[in-house]
Every structure is written in C-alpha cells, then in structure tokens.
C-alpha cells in the first residue's frame, strides 16, 4: 500500500512539476535571466534538441536527486510531448517509489528477524549506558559542589564601613 502511494505521489508530483514548466516555465526562465544576467536563455535551446533526444531518460532517471527534481519542471519548459513525458513518468515512479520500498520492507523483514536474538544484547547495553551516565554526571555534580564550596570558604567575608 505505502508503495502504491510512494509511486501515485511521485508521478502526480512530476506532472505538476511537467504542467508548471509548460504553463510558466518561460516567464519564469526569462525572469532568471533578467535577474541573473549570468544565467541566460541560451542553454534553454541548446538542451531542447538534447532532450528531444534523451528527455525520457532524463525523465525516468530518478535516482539522481537534482535530475529528479528539475526534469519534470525541464521538460514543460522545453514542450515535451506529455505522452512520452507520462510513459517515462509512470515507469520511473514505479521503478523508484515501489523499489524503493520493496527494498526497504525487505530489509526491515530480515533486520527484524535478526534483531529479535539481539534484543536482549540491546537491553542490557542500554541499562548499562543509562548507569554509566548516571554516575559520570553525579560524579561531576559532586565536583562542582565540592568547588564551590572551596571557592566561597576562601573568599574574605566582606568587612562592614564605619561612617
């Protein structure tokens, strides 16, 4: 169930992205470059013919965390056609989001199984840290007291002025 979600939200989110780029991808690329003098459209045209020619793989490339992020968003800017957008959306997103959780379950399941002969092992560590920390920091309580109780016995008590 949660994969099915992963994948639904991973897909869908990449459409807003892809519809975002197509309805105000332009504007907001020309603003940049207005902006960021740096920055201009140039590159824009130069990566259309490139992401004509590998846009879905840029597309179903998802786990490549900046790649993910700006292809849906790219390839409304640069007016990819959607079906070839969607083809490259819905198997990415299934490749991603539900292997992603498949292999995460997976190894929850063999963790799980595993840590279940271990878990005493964790108890007793943990009582024992617990322990061990209680200590140092009555210890170092004790210190401090004892500190400043030296600090103020070595203080001269305030001699009162005579008007």
């Known amino acids: 169930m949660l994969g099915a ?30 902006k960021f003098p740096s920055t201009s459209a140039r590159p824009t045209s130069d990566s259309r013919s490139s992401f004509q020619k590998w846009g879905m793989w840029a597309v179903f490339g998802r786990f490549v965390a900046l790649l993910r992020i700006f292809a849906g968003p790219l390839a409304g800017v640069l007016h990819m056609p959607y079906w070839k957008f969607l083809v490259a959306n819905v198997f990415g997103g299934i490749l991603w989001a539900g292997g992603t959780t498949a292999v995460i379950y997976s190894v929850g399941v063999v963790a799980e199984a595993w840590l279940k002969r271990f878990s005493w092992l964790g108890l007793v560590l943990a009582v024992l840290i617990g322990l061990t920390s209680m200590l140092v920091i009555k210890n170092r309580a004790k210190k401090a007291a004892a500190e400043r109780a030296a600090a103020s016995a070595a203080e001269p008590e305030p001699v009162p002025v005579a008007d």
């Open 5 to 34: 979600c992963a994948t639904a939200g991973a897909i869908v989110g990449d459409s807003i992205g892809y519809a975002i780029g197509r309805k105000g991808g332009r504007p907001l690329l020309a603003w940049l470059g207005r």
